[in-house]
């Protein structure tokens, strides 16, 4: 999930795929949730062709990956009112609506439900920018002493880092400019799927690529963390129109 500077699309048998040059000594391909994402990290030596003939010898593998992640469950269509279940860290909390004037203010008002406080001519998409501003909030809230705590044990400086939507990983990482983003959608994961995706960027800052010095401080620091990131990416994605209209929030 280490982030580049630059990249290009190529196309083979059909598939966008996007490759990015990196200083590493062999060519990686991955496909990512929640839409298949193909993405080829590959040395600046490798050709185009040798790239070609990579994608095409695990075509199968990577169409595979693509139907998982198609069949994979998604979160229903949501309407922001009284009676709908929406999650934060992996709790299902029930939503009340209660009119109020302009001001539009959400809070968790006991362990299973979620107020939302707004108008009654307030539209979805303001209840809904309500909602993503109270998750912004709290994932920054989670998240902000986990990376101060995984930079001092892994020995390196306190990154910055944003929240914002993304849709094809579920955070990642700019060691040249310090820098972290995770993915807003985290604010409804149970917490040790949230404290993995920090883990593994954070991991990149001593090892830029997933190399095995990389696997290596994962299986060190967070023995259980295949299982993490298994049970995160078997968990519901984002109904796909509310990513389309909010993905930018």
Sequence with gaps: MASTD????????????EVVRKPIKNLHIGV?????????????FIAEEAIRLSVLNR???????????????RETERHYVSGETHYLFGAPLKLQVRPKG???N???TSPDRLTLEVSNSAMRE?????LQVFYRARLKAYAEPKLEDWAKRLG???PRFGIRRMKTMWGSCNPDNGLVWLNLELAKKPK?????????EMAHFLSPTHDERFVALLDHHMPNWRQRRAELNALPLAFEDELETHRSA
Excluded: K
């Design 59 to 73: 075509l199968h593998w990577i169409r595979r990956m693509q139907r998982d992640f198609r069949q994979q469950a």
């Design 156 to 158: 390196v400086e306190v």
């Design 6 to 17: 630059a990249s290009t699309i190529l196309e083979v048998a059909g598939l966008p795929i």
């Design 102 to 104: 302009r001001r539009v």
């Design 32 to 44: 990512y949730p929640p839409e298949g994402h193909v993405r080829v990290a590959a040395p600046g």
């Design 106 to 108: 959400v809070s968790q």
């Design 126 to 130: 303001d209840r809904a920018r309500a």
């Design 192 to 200: 040790p799927c949230i404290d993995y995706v920090i883990l593994h």
